[in-house]
């Protein structure tokens, strides 16, 4: 596959000279007599789909448990950022999360997982599929500012100075007429801040910020609040909308497949199986608390006047589910976890 070599190290590996075998010995080993590693792992992702995942904090975590519980197995070398998946053709590779945008969008990679936040703040949007959203680093992007300071408006932060690490989706925000300050004409100052941005304020550097929140305790910590959010984000499956010539029907496939897996797993910790009987006639109401995920399934019991009722429940709602069945009439209520499902997607 095209762009393979642009994720591997760039340092280039000269063996050292070595005598030829009575067998013709190969030039390309090493005074080890083993081919270079890097050389192997290349030759061995050229019939792989490569899959880019996040190489480190919370989303490479929840990742790989969504690869777990897809059964995707792979052996990852210790500091190595590609792994060879073994029960498919696919090869993951370890990239820092803003990165997989353009991997994916210029089709050096077939998939990736990723934020919508970072695919938003990168130029490549506009060529990126979002596959599935995966319920997982779900924050908001916001504009903060003090509690107590004098500015408490998007619109009063036109002329002055904003910190953040969105620079792109910031600027889109204050570039417009409303990023001008219109007593002294002078332009919004989006200025780029790596890491601590909620800091920028008190240190004086800025006026506001714009930041990703999950719970906003980090926020109110440093004394600031939101006046305005620019987007919620949470991780997706992602791929080209173009996929990569070399792509062959047969890796083509896996990419539903996976879809479909990641789908079910995920459906498999929001919801439980719910079975319970119940007399007809107050069947209708049962269906209004159990309506399932398409439809509850209902078959007739050898009892007249009952039937059975089995229906996916969300797992939030489990016991409400139970109190509210059984004050309809529903008896022999049970409820099972799922290991796994297929959802259809």
């Known amino acids: 596959m095209s762009g393979i070599s642009s994720l591997l190290p760039s340092t280039t590996v000269t063996p050292p000279a070595t005598e030829p075998s009575a067998m013709g010995g190969r030039a390309s080993k090493s005074s080890f007599g083993a081919e270079s590693t890097m050389s192997l792992l290349v030759d061995s992702l050229k019939d792989r789909l490569l899959f880019a995942v996040p190489k480190k904090g919370r989303l490479m975590e929840k990742t790989l448990e969504l690869l777990a519980g897809a059964d995707i197995k792979y052996n990852r070398a210790h500091r190595l950022d590609v792994a060879l998946?073994?029960?498919h053709p696919i090869a993951l590779v370890f990239l820092p999360a803003a990165d997989i945008p353009r991997f994916v969008a210029l089709g050096s990679v077939a998939l990736g997982i990723t934020g919508q936040d970072v695919i938003a703040e990168s130029t490549h949007s506009e060529q990126i599929e979002e596959l599935l959203q995966l319920g997982f680093g779900k924050c908001s992007l916001q504009v903060q500012?003090?509690?107590?300071?004098?500015i408490q408006t998007v619109e009063g932060l036109s002329g002055g100075r904003i910190a953040t690490s969105f620079e792109v989706l910031?600027?889109?925000?204050?570039?417009g007429q409303e990023g001008v300050d219109s007593k002294t004409g002078k332009q919004t100052k989006v200025e780029y801040v790596g890491g601590s941005v909620e800091a920028a304020c008190a240190l004086g550097m800025a006026d506001g910020i714009v930041d990703l929140v999950e719970s906003g305790d980090t926020?109110?910590?440093?004394?600031?609040?939101a006046i305005h959010t620019l987007m919620k984000s949470e991780a997706v499956l992602i791929t080209s909308k173009t996929p990569h010539p070399s792509?062959?029907?047969?890796?083509?496939?896996l990419i539903p497949l996976i879809k479909s897996r990641f789908a079910g797993v995920l459906a498999s910790k929001k919801y439980v199986y719910a079975s319970y009987n119940i007399e007809r006639k107050y069947l209708d109401k049962a269906l209004v608390i159990t309506p399932g995920r398409r439809a509850a399934t209902v078959s007739p019991l050898e009892t007249e006047g009952w039937v059975a009722v089995s229906s996916m429940v969300e797992r939030k709602e489990v016991a409400k589910v139970m109190d509210e069945l059984e004050k309809t009439g529903a008896e022999d209520i049970l409820i099972f976890a799922l290991d796994n499902c297929r959802v259809g997607v």
Do not use: C
């Open 145 to 150: 500012v003090p509690v107590t300071g004098p």
């Open 219 to 225: 926020m109110r910590a440093a004394g600031l609040h």
């Open 85 to 87: 998946v073994q029960n």
């Open 247 to 253: 792509l062959t029907p047969d890796l083509q496939s």
């Open 170 to 175: 910031a600027g889109e925000l204050f570039n």
